[in-house]
């Protein structure tokens, strides 16, 4: 018996787009500025997923980032996080890091391998017109610092953000309320997984392994691999069916409603405190 009554539906499949960040690391943009109003308060998603060095090994070097949160999820393999506040980690398998830009610092992020795959996800969260220059804050979270819990059905769920099935994820952010879950589906087919969702939430799943669907049974969408689904707003959750071993991130917030300004790694509300970002970039206020 499911405890979803109206169940959120797909308003839209999207398949990324192939691009190159940072020093020439080749991902997926799944999340870019087209979506930033409908899934606010996010602004980005990226998937990178390579076992070839020439694709990763480039880095992100020094850059800015001024005005919302970046949250890193790594699922294999190893990055250095280095920043101006002096704050340095290493993320690693089945880790997360979790950065507040706040008014501004610089940081680099390299990868710590050369052979082998790199894979995992950078979601950019927005922050409140009246937080957007807090002062910078850092956290890793190993992988084993992720909450989790096993459902009935059997399905992993890592909470890295918000909570699930009673289990409180690692950060929680009251201007936002982020739900961000990592879900392992088990080796057998048709297992339903379910989340409560707030009606106004903006919310998108992303398949990076097998398959799913998205609704109830009767009207489910079929959500292939390497798609993003946002949903359909109203209703009271999220039910999930999966094929086996499938895995997917599930994302969710409460949207912030303000004006969207942004010019590379500085998100802010108006031109003119773009125009100031940058000033302030330039004359090393940053650190
Ligand atoms: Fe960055």
């Known amino acids: 018996m499911s405890q979803i009554h109206q169940a959120r539906g797909v308003e839209q499949l999207v398949l990324g787009q192939d691009t190159q960040d940072g020093a020439g690391v080749r991902l997926t943009r799944l999340l870019s500025q087209g979506l930033q109003h409908r899934l606010d308060p996010f602004l980005m998603l990226d998937a990178f997923a390579s076992d070839r060095p020439d694709e990763y090994m480039a880095g992100f070097p020094n850059h800015p980032h001024r005005g919302f949160e970046t949250v890193t999820y790594m699922i294999a393999g190893r990055m250095r996080h280095k920043d101006s506040r002096g704050h340095e980690g290493l993320l690693q398998n089945g880790g997360v890091q979790w950065m507040t830009a706040g008014r501004g610092l610089t940081h680099s992020e390299m990868p710590e391998q050369e052979q082998g795959v790199m894979e995992g996800f950078q979601l950019w969260l927005n922050l409140p017109g009246n937080n957007k220059l807090c002062e910078p804050w850092y956290k890793d979270f190993q992988s084993d610092e992720i909450p989790e819990v096993t459902t009935h059905e059997g399905v992993r769920v890592r909470v890295i953000a918000g909570e699930s099935n009673g289990t409180a994820g690692a950060v929680q952010r009251p201007d936002t309320e982020p739900l ?108």
């Open 180 to 287: 961000f879950l990592d879900l392992h589906f088990p080796n057998e087919d048709g297992v339903v997984f379910e989340q409560a969702l707030p009606t106004g939430h903006n919310a998108f799943v992303y398949v990076y392994r097998g398959e799913l669907f998205v609704g109830q049974e009767s009207e489910a969408t079929a959500v292939k691999i390497k798609h993003m689904a946002v949903l359909t707003n109203g209703g009271d959750g999220l039910v999930l069916r999966a094929q086996h071993n499938t895995k997917a991130i599930v994302v969710a917030g409460k949207p912030l409603n303000e004006p969207i300004a942004q010019h590379g790694p500085f998100v802010m509300n108006t031109q003119q405190q773009l125009i100031q970002a940058v000033a302030d970039f330039r004359a090393d206020l940053m650190g």
